[in-house]
């Protein structure tokens, strides 16, 4: 076992490099301590431009940043590629990939994933897009099959290679319609002249009666209206029974042939083993105190998507976004240094910045506050606070010159299959018959 020794300064283990744990480890430079940071990729997502990069507009590179590279400067900080298996509150300890680790004060920031909700043959075919190895898969996929749908000879054949549909009208169902419409009504004429662009069929798909149901009434009107514009087809008040990787069935007996089916329905939280299930809340998350602690330690703390601070006024919890991750990192950082002082603790609040969802060029709908407006000025707004939050300025860069890029052209990114998509468990054959009628 690998073994780290304490060191006069108290070690804080921080497990990802997310939003939430990347703020805690910042905001803990030039602190009496001592920072190791523990993430199973060796890179912070910046997953809400992950939409992009499955629709070929982005490079992956360009939403990542190296965990190292970003703090390079900070001399308390460490990183170490590992991923955590099991927490062990007694002895202070985590066993993770690379051995055991001691820790003083431990900071559970691993973000959430994809939940299907027990529906075993949805999570078999379905595409989910929450990192960025997930986005590539969707990327390649896409195009796979727009592909297979060139090499098929009637409308019948083509049809389930150019239905897409998207289960989860929140931002990411949303944004990730509006940016396969714009693929279908501008890329698809110069690239695939072999198709008609009509017979590429976007629905999204959500079981409540509007879109983006967590923003306001307008917010939800204005993007239906974007939407239905672009030509995406609205399925509400529709829930899905069934897919069997070829026809999406739904609960009123309707059904759409189709091999690209995303589900964007649903999130639940990362919780390594050793928390105890007593404290695991509604979306498998941990439940903390009002100081993002979680109860029954003294020095454990969840932050993030991971954490559910169940109060009063927040008797759900706090939204699953950025913001919250951020204040939540930057609220522990301070709570950990005035507990090692002996100070005072101060509860967390929330401060709601807004939401943004974009639709498409021109498109976006804001909610900041009393302030609701949608078009051109919340686009503008909601690509400003995309660039300015990514991470690294080469980064930032990049993705500003390809905006600009595919707004001048209508025709950014490259659309690369690099590497070919096969969903795990589900033999190519049964994923991509090769047939050319
Ligand atoms: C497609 C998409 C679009 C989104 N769009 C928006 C948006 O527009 N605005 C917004 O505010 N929010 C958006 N969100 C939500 C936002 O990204 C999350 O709320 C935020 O990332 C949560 O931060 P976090 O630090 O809790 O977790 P994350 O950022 O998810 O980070 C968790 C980290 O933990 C690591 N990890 C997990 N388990 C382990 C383990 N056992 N061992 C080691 N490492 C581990 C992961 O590798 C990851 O790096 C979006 C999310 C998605 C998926």
């Not at 283990?13 to 920072?35: N, R």
């Not at 431009?49 to 970003?70: C, P």
């Not at 110069?190 to 879109?211: I, S, T």
Request: include cysteine; aromatic fraction near 8%; charge should be neutral.
């Amino acid at each position: 076992m690998n073994t780290i020794d304490k060191s006069k300064f108290p070690k804080v283990v921080i497990i990802g490099g997310g939003f939430g744990g990347m703020q805690v480890a910042s905001k803990l430079e030039d602190k009496p301590v001592e920072v190791l940071m523990l993430d199973k990729h060796n890179y912070h997502t910046f997953q809400p431009l992950l939409y992009q990069v499955a629709t070929g507009s982005l490079e992956a590179d360009s939403i990542a940043f190296s965990a190292r590279k970003n703090f390079a400067g900070q001399k308390n900080f460490r990183f170490r590629n590992a991923e955590v298996l099991k927490i062990n509150p007694e002895s202070n300890t985590v066993d993770t990939t690379i051995g055991e680790i001691a820790y003083d004060y431990l900071v559970i920031a691993t973000g959430s994933t994809t939940n299907f909700f027990g529906n075993k043959d949805i999570e078999r075919f379905a595409m989910p897009m929450k990192s960025i190895p997930e986005a590539l898969n969707l990327r390649s996929l896409i195009l796979q099959n727009i592909e297979e749908a060139v090499l098929q000879k009637t409308i019948e054949n083509r049809e389930p290679y150019l239905n897409f549909v998207l289960v989860g009208a929140g931002p990411t169902g949303v944004e990730l319609s509006g940016a396969l419409a714009e693929l279908r009504n501008h890329i698809l004429i110069h690239d695939y002249p072999e198709l008609n662009k009509d017979e590429m069929k976007v629905y999204l798909v959500d079981f409540m009666p509007r879109v983006l149901s967590a923003m306001s009434e307008q917010a939800s009107h204005g993007s239906q209206e974007f939407l239905k514009k672009m030509g995406v087809e609205l399925l509400l008040n529709a829930k899905v029974e069934t897919y069997d990787g070829n026809v999406i069935k739904f609960a009123d007996g309707k059904s759409i042939k189709t091999k690209n089916v995303i589900w964007s329905a649903g999130v639940m939280g990362v919780i390594p083993d050793g928390v105890s299930k007593d404290i695991v809340v509604r979306g498998n998350k941990i439940k903390t105190d009002s100081i993002c602690r979680i109860e029954g330690s003294s020095n454990i703390f969840a932050i993030g998507d991971v954490a559910a601070m169940i109060t009063d006024e927040t008797p759900k919890g706090h939204p699953g976004v950025a913001q919250v991750a951020i204040q939540m990192g930057n609220h522990v950082a301070k709570t950990i240094i005035q507990l090692i002082n002996g100070e005072p603790t101060a509860p967390f609040k929330y401060f709601d910045k807004g939401s943004l969802a974009t639709i498409g060029r021109n498109k976006a709908v804001a909610d900041l506050g009393k302030l609701k407006f949608q078009g051109f000025f919340a686009w503008l707004i909601w690509m400003f606070v995309h660039l300015i939050s990514l991470l690294g300025f080469r980064n930032k860069i990049v993705v500003f010159i390809n905006w600009v890029g595919s707004y001048l052209t209508y025709n950014g990114g490259a659309r690369l299959i690099i590497r070919p998509f096969v969903k795990p468990g589900v033999s190519e054959e049964e994923h991509l018959p090769k047939t050319v009628d």
